[in-house]
């Protein structure tokens, strides 16, 4: 059994950064991804997120859940006034530039210029993509949602392209993660690689499960 | 520069397959979550997520996706049903059988049997816990939004109470995923033990981040 126990009421009676490091740390594992915007006027902005989820496959639909009154106000503006946006994912040899686009810029500063990251654009997306990030996701804004129990906001994107390596890109589809460098989050500041386990076979009831090997294909559904 | 391409059309254009891996690759490693509910007549239920997220720390909530005509409807009409349930961290020790969890087993059969996980009561809450899970959760339903886009719908949860290792918790609320054996998800059936590169620390305009060991508290705000 697990040794400390926590009610609600003790979690509210916590300093505010012990209650913001350890409820952040309670969801697993986070995405790790920079959204990359830009406004009306020309103004480029950078946000790391750390909540990007997987929406749908069909039609291709991601999710991130942004606070509007803290650090990525400048992006959901963007967001709303260009329709577009793009989802960069966070490698080994960015997360220290992510992280610090992260801090709290004004808007006429552009977080490419602070963080020394480069915009690329696409001949058919009008928001910048981040050039060292290894997969580039170009997003129309679809939906958001106000989480009214704190006021955040969950913002739907449909995926309208997307870049990524030939090589990490498995025959059915999968894209194998550790090869990529890809980063992992822990609460607010830790930062991890993946250590490959295995794939999984597709889980049927009466079935045992089998394991893939990460460059093999899983061809059993 | 990434050496594929491919547009909205390309991938809708694609065996279900491959695009379901792949756009379930894209966001990144994704959060291992089994969650675990029981219904009004008691049978009790398992589902595996990998896509809850971090919503808010004062009031300390969680959110969860889930797709309400596959997978974990059972859960959907449990939560709405009792107002509780519970997540729990999906460790290396334990998730084969979180995988085998979101086989489709039918209403009468409980996961917890299916799997060999052990259902674990505390005193104050309802819904049952994973014994085996290093981090329990509990929660009570707090609000739900339907995804247009795709008729998924996204629950959020207030904590009511949670259970962790002492020895994974810092003293300034950092927990240890890596310490935990926490997995992290890869597209839908790939599995990552996360390699701890380091904690940074609180990013401001025109300052240096300072790397933190994860054995050490982040002071610097």
Redesign the interface.
Known sequence: ????????SQ??A?E??????????????????VCSTISPSGHTNLALL??????????????M?MRPHTVPRHTIENIEAMGVYT?N??S?AI??EA???????PQE?SEFE?TGLSP?Y?N?LKAPYV?ES????GLRF??K?L????D?Q?I?G?????????AA??????????QLG???G??L?????????????????D?T?DE?P?DQS?RR?
């Open positions: 059994m697990p040794d400390l126990h926590f009610t609600l979690i509210l916590q505010k950064p012990f209650r913001r490091n350890l409820i952040n740390c309670l969801s697993g594992f986070k995405s790790l991804n750390n909540s990007v989820i997987h929406v749908g496959a069909n039609p291709p639909l991601m999710g859940l989802l994912m966070v080994q997360y220290q992280h610090q686009a992260s801090a709290r810029y500063v602070a690329w696409s058919s050039a290894p997969v580039k996701i679809e939906e949602h989480i009214a129990a704190n955040t969950l739907v449909k995926i309208e392209e997307l870049f990524l390596p030939e890109l498995g025959e059915d589809g999968f894209l194998n993660l550790s890809a980063v992992a822990n609460g500041d830790g930062y991890h690689l993946g250590q490959p386990l295995t794939r999984l076979s597709y889980a049927k009831p079935q499960i893939i990460f899983n559904e």
